[in-house]
């Protein structure tokens, strides 16, 4: 049985957006079913537009996601010898030639083409045949390297998403796979690395069935194995349209910066066009487990923000406080902690749906709390001052557990004649800076002693 190796091959020409994350996500998934390998490549052939940034950026996001990858990252332009090598190779066996047009004679051609009510193709000028007498080569213009696409006949494949595919030859024309200046194209190095690199399997989105054809055409000239295919259906934003790096797509470090777990972004992503029954929470591990390439989905996925913010939620309730109490520290940005720390979130991450929004509640036990105006004037009256001052002389000799603290609670309210909301509520505001807290009595010991008197006495 030929080994399982796949691949993801971003273009550092921007963040990793959602999309490829995804595809990333199933590629590895996929891989790791079948006891294979995964590779990343990083096609960096756009020399114009590429940054070593973004080459950053796609690690980090790849190591955050925790997709390790088994080798790599390559980068096509340290291959350029490669594909000249097979260029090369190619000229001489006929299924390339070199093309002298230029830009101007092929607006004049597909001008002419439209004129005639023509689909727009190259005219094959350049293209040698028995008995063709090729045009005069031109001074000064450089060529670029066409591949001899054959003229007629029908390239099918099997997709692994989509199911049968058919595209006739005479829709497609010959492909530049080597530009003036000598770097190839993306449909030709993408055959020549996944040739090299011997992935069987390539999973990527459905925009690339239009290259399918010319890739399976470069493939059989080369004498090389075909990979399976499998086209995933785009994700589709809120407003509809397909998300990508030019339309709105947010980086898949975004989601990191902003507090989401990775283990939610990979189960978000992989439901994304992916399902295993009914299941809706469930971790890499099980994914890799169902993963075995069926049960995709041929349509189109819509983006929601709310429900990856739930999945979020059903994370990080689930991880245990101390795994926790590490994953919040990068959102503290240096607030020094202590061990504290994995009680708070405990305490409180039944509230939050990310880590952003619980460091905002450990920092209210480590810095100074500044309570609404509004919170005090409807929660702090003349009437429960008193009760306030009974519980602060209280709280200062009695054992300091959430306990002790309850039984002073009622204490007091038995004496003042209060209910627990009366005293409780302006206490979270005193303490916390807000009404609504966990147990009141929990919060007041995670809290510390020293600091519960001090920021009921400011009031």
Known sequence: MTKIRTRIAPSPTGFLHLGTARTALYSWAYARHYGGEFVLRIEDTDVARSTQDSVDQILHSMHWLGLAYDEGPVYQMQRLQRYQAVID??????TAYRCYCTPEDLEAMKAAQEARGEKRLYDRTWRPAPGKVLPPIPEGVKPV???????????????LVKGPISISNTEIDDLIIQRADG??????????DDWDMAISHVFRGDEHINNTPWQINIYRALGAALPQFGHLPVILGDDGQKLSKRRGAVAVSNYDEAGYLPEAMNNYLARLGWSHGDDEIFSLEQMVQWFDGTHLSKSPAQWDAAKLLWVNAQHLKAMPDGELAQRVQPHLKGLVTDERLIGICGLFKDRCDTLV???GWVRAFYEDVQPKAEDLAQHLTPAVVPALDLLAAKLQNVEWTASAI??????VLAEAGLKMPQLAMPVRVLVMGTPQTPSVDQVLFLCGREKVLSR????
């Not at 309850?406 to 204490?411: L, R, T």
């Open 406 to 411: 309850s039984a002073a609670f009622k204490e």
């Open 145 to 159: 390297i066409r591949f001899a696409n054959p003229v007629d006949g029908v390239v099918s494949w099997d997709d």
């Open 357 to 359: 929004a619980l460091a």
């Open 183 to 192: 770097v190839p194209t993306y449909n030709f190095a993408v055959v020549v």
């Open 456 to 459: 009921i006495a400011k009031r």
């Open 89 to 94: 190779q190619m000229l001489a066996a006929g």
